[in-house]
């Protein structure tokens, strides 16, 4: 059955002209990133107030060594796992035009897609609350927290899209232009619960595009708007779809 499933998937997908991934939290578990949401997910363990734009104005010297825990200590140790690197061998092959994340972790990039578009910041930059330039993350260092804006000295904050804040105007601009001329969406790893980001998917669906999706449970996609579910992990299943996709 499950291979029936990636049949019809990997037709649909070569069929499509144009082909965007959807990717969440999940394709990254795997890589040992624990999600935000759900079982043993961050919300679980950290108040959400310390990531919300107007408590770390008010309190940086109390959020940013969580910041510094929970994201520059680990996030750097996690390796593209087979999820990634499967995605990134789509789009080599002219089979993927496109990967719009939610994930902060940069492991898309890392593991060779090009075009990714984040749709909640990354954690590879930091962005000054002053003079409002950002720096790539390598050249902050966070012996001294919270680290000054190396160049105005400023409050640095992570480019990442905190609670209060708004979708990054580029990522979201090209994510809802690219839903309404993409063909196949492939959903990897996310419930369809974060909004604006769940939103993109049904735009696809909406102008006409197929829907492929890839979860270990199902989602608020599967009933609704899903042509084909392939219930597995993201690794082995997008691996799969990738073998009979390039045969």
């Given at each position: 059955?499950?291979?029936?499933?990636?049949?019809?998937?990997?037709?649909?997908?070569?069929?499509?002209?144009?082909?965007?991934?959807f990717?969440?939290?999940?394709?990254?578990?795997?890589?040992?990133?624990?999600?935000?949401?759900?079982?043993?997910?961050?919300?679980?363990?950290?108040?959400?107030k310390?990531?919300?734009?107007?408590?770390?104005?008010?309190?940086?010297g109390?959020?940013?060594?969580?910041?510094?825990?929970l994201?520059?200590?680990?996030?750097?140790?996690?390796?593209?796992?087979?999820?990634?690197?499967?995605?990134?061998?789509?789009?080599?092959?002219?089979?993927?035009?496109?990967?719009?994340?939610?994930?902060?972790?940069?492991?898309?990039?890392?593991?060779?897609?090009?075009?990714?578009h984040?749709?909640?910041?990354?954690?590879?930059?930091?962005?000054?609350?002053?003079?409002?330039?950002?720096?790539?993350a390598s050249?902050v260092?966070?012996?001294?927290?919270?680290?000054?804006?190396?160049?105005?000295g400023?409050?640095?904050?992570?480019?990442?899209?905190?609670?209060?804040?708004?979708?990054?105007?580029?990522?979201?601009?090209?994510?809802?232009?690219?839903?309404?001329?993409?063909?196949?969406v492939?959903?990897?790893?996310?419930?369809?619960?974060?909004?604006?980001?769940?939103?993109?998917?049904?735009?696809?669906?909406h102008?006409?595009?197929?829907?492929?999706?890839?979860?270990?449970?199902?989602?608020?996609?599967?009933?609704?708007?899903?042509?084909?579910?392939?219930?597995?992990p993201?690794?082995?299943?997008?691996?799969?779809?990738?073998?009979?996709?390039?045969?």
């Open positions: 059955m499950m291979q029936e499933l990636i049949e019809q998937a990997a037709d649909l997908l070569r069929a499509s002209r144009y082909t965007l991934a990717t969440g939290a999940g394709i990254s578990v795997e890589s040992g990133i624990a999600p935000f949401r759900g079982p043993g997910g961050l919300w679980e363990k950290q108040d959400p310390y990531f919300e734009k107007r408590y770390f104005m008010q309190h940086p109390e959020v940013w060594p969580l910041l510094k825990e994201f520059y200590d680990t996030l750097p140790l996690a390796q593209p796992n087979a999820a990634h690197l499967a995605l990134a061998e789509l789009e080599r092959a002219g089979r993927l035009h496109a990967v719009i994340t939610q994930n902060i972790d940069n492991l898309h990039q890392r593991a060779g897609s090009r075009e990714v984040e749709f909640h910041g990354s954690m590879a930059a930091m962005d000054c609350l002053q003079c409002r330039r950002k720096t790539p050249e260092s966070l012996n001294l927290l919270p680290p000054p804006c190396p160049i105005c400023g409050l640095l904050k992570p480019d990442i899209v905190f609670f209060g804040e708004p979708i990054p105007e580029g990522a979201y601009q090209f994510s809802t232009l690219a839903a309404q001329k993409c063909e196949a492939l959903i990897v790893g996310t419930s369809g619960n974060v909004h604006p980001a769940a939103r993109i998917p049904h735009m696809a669906k102008a006409g595009a197929r829907i492929i999706e890839v979860n270990v449970q199902p989602s608020s996609y599967t009933e609704s708007i899903t042509d084909v579910f392939l219930q597995g993201a690794g082995a299943t997008l691996a799969a779809l990738r073998d009979a996709l390039l045969g």
